[in-house]
């Protein structure tokens, strides 16, 4: 199974301040179809996970440009540039090149 | 307005079984694939099972493969995940999710129906 790992577990962040996640997976994501496909999710508290970014970098329907994906290969990176209030939750990078799907141990974004 | 609702959860015994349904709307239930994700109390999000969007492949986490069987009933707009055999760490809350077929990301997710494994 592709392990994969996210720093920092926990991040504290002022309002209005930029915010990053890691993520690193434990093979490469690239797909024999060309893509890679790995996804950030976003789980606030008592709600079901979202989907923000897919295909690396792809922002989902809905989701504010202050979120923004990159990466490559076996590192990525979730960034938002100026955190919100309703930022506050769980993030989670998923891998879907590969079965089983895997995800993250999940990043805790929580306000300063 | 894609819409996944999830029910059938609850209090069960080791060794029993329980069946998950998931009743999907608002999309072309053809196209889309549905995974069950699970999400064991203050726990990360684990890949359960997938149906494909024809409904006839199922793909399994090792650690419920055998005893977990996923279907659909497409009359309904229904899928189905039957727990065979509960052990007490499937407690969990378990999401269904669509998947467009194809596409590798999981864009809509139900918002869960809890399953409680104890003695």
């Known amino acids: 199974d592709i392990v994969m790992t996210q720093t920092p577990l926990s991040s504290p962040v002022t309002l209005g301040q930029p915010a990053s996640i890691s993520c690193r997976s434990s093979?490469?994501?690239?797909?024999?179809?060309?893509?890679?496909?790995l996804s950030w999710l976003q789980q606030r508290p008592g709600q079901p996970p979202r989907l923000l970014i897919y295909k690396i970098s792809n922002r989902f329907s809905g989701v504010p440009d202050r979120f923004s994906g990159s990466g490559a290969g076996t590192d990525f990176t979730l960034k938002i540039s100026k955190v919100e209030a309703e930022d506050v939750g769980v993030y989670y990078c998923?891998?879907?090149?590969?079965?089983?799907?895997?995800f993250g141990q999940g990043t805790k974004l929580e306000i300063k | 307005q894609v819409q996944l609702v999830g029910s059938g959860g609850g209090v069960v015994q080791p060794g029993t079984s329980l069946t998950l349904s998931c009743a999907a709307s608002g999309f072309t239930s053809a196209k889309y694939a549905i995974h069950w994700v699970r999400q064991a109390p203050v726990k990360g999000l684990e890949w359960v099972a997938l149906?494909?969007?024809?409904?006839?492949?199922?793909n399994y986490a090792d650690s419920v493969r055998g005893r977990f069987t996923v279907s659909s009933d497409n009359s309904k707009n229904t899928l189905y995940l039957q727990m065979n055999n509960l052990r007490v760490e499937d407690t969990a809350l378990y999401f269904c999710?669509?998947?467009?077929w194809g596409s590798g990301y999981v864009d809509y997710w139900g918002q869960g129906t809890l399953v409680t494994v104890s003695s």
């Open positions: 999710a669509s998947e467009l």
């Open positions: 149906i494909s969007n024809d409904g006839r492949h199922g």
């Open positions: 998923m891998q879907a090149t590969q079965f089983p799907y895997t």
């Open positions: 093979q490469s994501l690239v797909h024999s179809d060309g893509n890679t496909y």
